[in-house]
Nanobody, 126 residues
Framework: QVQLVESGGGLVQAGGSLRLSCAAS????????MGWFRQTPGKEREFVAA????????YYADSVKGRFTISRDNAKNTVYLQMNSLKLDDTAAYYC???????????????????WGKGTQVTVSS
């Protein structure tokens, strides 16, 4: 079992920045690929970014590329999502997820992730 707890969400003006954190416990963190997803009411959960267990490779959705940065600190069992130049369309609940199949390449489908946090709300205002 892996427990994931997100933090750092909130209300921010368009153009502003936020940094989300996700603390993991219950399994060796360096044996997990980690991802961030987001969801708005009535829509499916959407891939945002993912990072390899080692931190050596990252992958981003086109909609956030160049604005968001995913990183991890394996010593702190934490993954981060730095969000800059936020737009109204970035408003969503953001979820941290863990993929235990760390010997495989990074994956972007929500169905490929095994554990999920409860989410943190990000609201971007004009």
């Amino acid at each position: 079992q892996v427990q994931l707890v997100e933090s750092g969400g909130g209300l921010v003006q368009a153009g502003g920045s936020l940094r989300l954190s996700c603390a993991a416990s219950g399994r060796t963190f360096s044996s997990l690929h980690m991802g961030w997803f987001r969801q708005t009411p009535g829509k499916e959960r959407e891939f945002v970014a993912a990072i390899r267990w080692s931190g050596g490779r990252t992958y981003y959705a086109d909609s956030v590329k160049g604005r968001f940065t995913i990183s991890r600190d394996n010593a702190k069992n934490t993954v981060y999502l730095q969000m800059n130049s936020l737009k109204l369309d970035d408003t969503a609940a953001y979820y941290c997820a863990a993929d235990v199949r760390y010997t495989l390449p990074i994956r972007t489908a929500a169905s490929d992730y095994d554990y999920w946090g409860k989410g943190t709300q990000v609201t971007v205002s004009s």
